[in-house]
């Protein structure tokens, strides 16, 4: 049974730091690509970051570059992503994501989301 399981969200003031994990089983974890993607209320689900199977190539949304870092250990089938220099807008619900393809079929696994609240 594929599991992923988010945990770290909470409340926090602006300018504030807060790491999210993302612990994973019943995958290979190791061959997938894992990402991190948020949503705001009333809005759409949006990527915040990407990172590959190995971890060597990353990738950010132009909204939190330089303050988020996305990382993963494969030994621990674990994914993080700390946030630096909270705001406001960060708010919302971070959903941790495994997503593969293979040409003939796509994986895709969602985790239930943990809260983030940047605010004052």
């Known amino acids: 049974q594929v599991q992923l399981v988010e945990s770290g969200g909470g409340l926090v003031q602006p300018g504030g730091s807060l790491r999210l994990s993302c612990a994973a089983s019943?995958?290979?974890?190791?061959?997938?690509?894992m990402n991190w993607y948020r949503q705001a209320p009333g809005k759409e689900r949006e990527l915040v970051a990407g990172?590959?199977?190995?971890?060597?190539?990353?990738n950010y949304a132009d909204s939190v570059k330089v303050r988020f870092t996305i990382s993963r250990d494969n030994a621990k089938n674990t994914v993080y992503l700390q946030m630096n220099s909270l705001k406001p807008d960060d708010t919302g619900v971070y959903y941790c994501?495994?997503?593969?393809?293979?040409?003939?079929?796509?994986?895709?696994?969602w985790g239930q989301g943990t809260q983030v609240t940047v605010s004052s």
């Open positions: 994501n495994a997503r593969k393809s293979t040409g003939l079929k796509e994986y895709n696994y």
């Open positions: 019943g995958f290979s974890f190791s061959n997938y690509p």
């Open positions: 990172i590959s199977s190995g971890g060597r190539s990353t």
